[in-house]
């Protein structure tokens, strides 16, 4: 069986001011994929992550998540999760209230709510 390619860079180069730090770069990842991407402080694994969420635009090149063009599509659109390296909880609210905002945000409510926190806590 053959697998999807959900998320493909295609040719993506990234400029800030005169500074290359993104040139030509492909990247196909398949369903059901687990990737890491490694390399020296600078050398720009950041910002191809931030460039697949779509908080950042590309100088040149295409992003595509599941078959569609995103490329220019604004980051709230994107069906994309991000996780920070830094903790990014809400320090006023319970781990129950964290794990609902990003649920709430996509209108998931009431028992679908719900079900889906108890089993993300189940995990």
Do not use: P, W
Not at 67 to 82: F, G, I, M, S, W
Request: hydrophobic letters at 45%; proline letters at 0%.
């Amino acid at each position: 069986m053959e697998k999807n390619v959900i998320v493909k860079l295609l040719d993506v180069n990234k400029k800030f001011d005169d500074v290359s730090v993104i040139k030509d770069f492909s990247l196909d990842i398949y369903e059901g994929e687990f990737i890491t991407l490694l390399g020296s402080s600078g050398c720009g694994k950041t910002t191809v992550l931030r460039i697949i969420s779509g908080l950042e635009e590309v100088t040149s090149g295409k992003v595509f998540i599941d078959n569609k063009d995103v490329t220019y599509l604004d980051a709230t659109k994107r069906e994309v999760n991000t996780v920070f390296q830094n903790f990014a909880l809400f320090s006023k609210m319970t781990v129950y209230e964290n794990i609902s905002f990003g649920l709430q945000m996509k209108k998931i409510h009431n028992m679908q709510l719900v079900e889906k926190i108890m089993h993300i806590l189940a995990v």
